[in-house]
């Protein structure tokens, strides 16, 4: 699988907009971008996926250049809610790790009033 | 949602732990991670349909059952200290197709 590289940390203030990037450059053809987040003493959350181009829903966005290298999740308007540690991973669509999550250390998101 | 129990255990060295999770109603799909303070979560092992279906880079004296209730149970033998992590169980709708993980909350194990 495809290791990601993202930063260890972030810090931003409350309704700004925060975008984390993830570098993925050996992603393979039948791999996913998928990102969860994690608050402390709890499960990580999936947040979103995408193959290629823009993916959105109601919490995040997720830009992919055509490439696929990497991938940058977007969070319109952060609040102090929002303070999590979010990760980046590259999912298989196949084969024998299908199912499976392989999380790095995440990124660190620390939302300031 | 996913349920694990216990929230919080305490075990000595060289005993043995059962850990339990519930999962979602009709996932076939039950994963095991186990997350020390400060890292990602680390893949255990899968199961699929009552069967292994992969495992990580663990020793075989953690090993697992699930079982046709939408229940599950990570076992861990001869405990150490350095088994003292965050144990999170997570099942999914179908290992077949590259669906959403839905985490329980997780059993904070202390080996000590």
């Known amino acids: 699988l495809a290791k990601t590289t993202q930063p260890i940390s972030m810090d931003s203030y409350e309704g700004q907009e925060v975008n984390i990037t993830c570098s993925h450059n050996n992603i393979a053809t039948n791999d996913y971008i998928t990102w969860y987040q994690q608050f402390p003493s709890q499960g990580p959350r999936f947040i979103i996926q995408g193959y290629k181009t823009k993916v959105t829903n109601e919490v995040a966005s997720l830009f992919i250049p055509a490439d696929r290298k990497s991938s940058t999740l977007s969070l319109p308007r952060v609040s102090l809610s929002d303070t999590a540690v979010y990760y980046c991973l590259v999912v298989s669509d196949r084969g024998s790790t299908l199912g499976r999550l392989y999380f790095g250390r995440g990124t660190q998101l620390t939302v300031w009033p | 949602g996913v349920t694990q129990s216990p929230t919080h255990l305490i075990k000595t060295r060289g005993q043995q732990v059962t850990l339990r999770c519930s999962s979602q109603s009709g996932h076939n799909t039950v994963s095991w991670y186990q997350q020390a303070l400060g890292q990602g979560p680390q893949f255990i092992f899968q199961y699929y349909r009552e069967e292994e279906n992969g495992r990580g880079n663990f020793p075989p004296r953690f090993s697992g059952l699930q079982f046709p209730n939408d229940s599950s149970e990570l076992n861990v033998n001869a405990l150490e200290l350095d088994d003292s992590a965050l144990y999170l169980c997570?099942?999914?709708?179908?290992?077949?197709?590259?669906?959403?993980?839905?985490f329980g909350q997780g059993t904070r194990l202390t080996v000590v």
């Open positions: 997570a099942s999914s709708l179908d290992v077949t197709r590259n669906t959403e993980a839905f």
